[in-house]
């Protein structure tokens, strides 16, 4: 993927997607059921993250990496209730 194409918004959007499914899928195995996004087990999924987390961090646009824990609780609802 062109990540240079895309605006400064779209790739924090984008990333804020994935951090999204990371923590849908760290509820779902905290509630012992299978993730339903796989993001660590896909290869692409893992290569979009690391393509998208560059490109970022060569705009000086990344303000963190990993879900924050005040998230995890509500996707654990939403997880739970699909």
Aim: charge should be positive; hydrophobic fraction near 45%.
């Amino acid at each position: 993927m062109n990540y240079q194409a895309f605006t400064n918004d779209s790739l924090t959007m984008m990333y804020e997607g994935i951090r999204g499914a990371l923590a849908a899928d760290d509820a779902r195995a905290g509630l012992r059921e299978q993730p339903r996004f796989c993001v660590r087990e896909t290869l692409d999924w893992k290569k979009h993250a690391a393509d998208l987390e560059a490109e970022m961090l060569r705009r000086g646009r990344l303000r963190r990496s990993v879900p924050a824990p005040a998230l995890v609780p509500a996707v654990a609802r939403l997880a739970s209730s699909t």
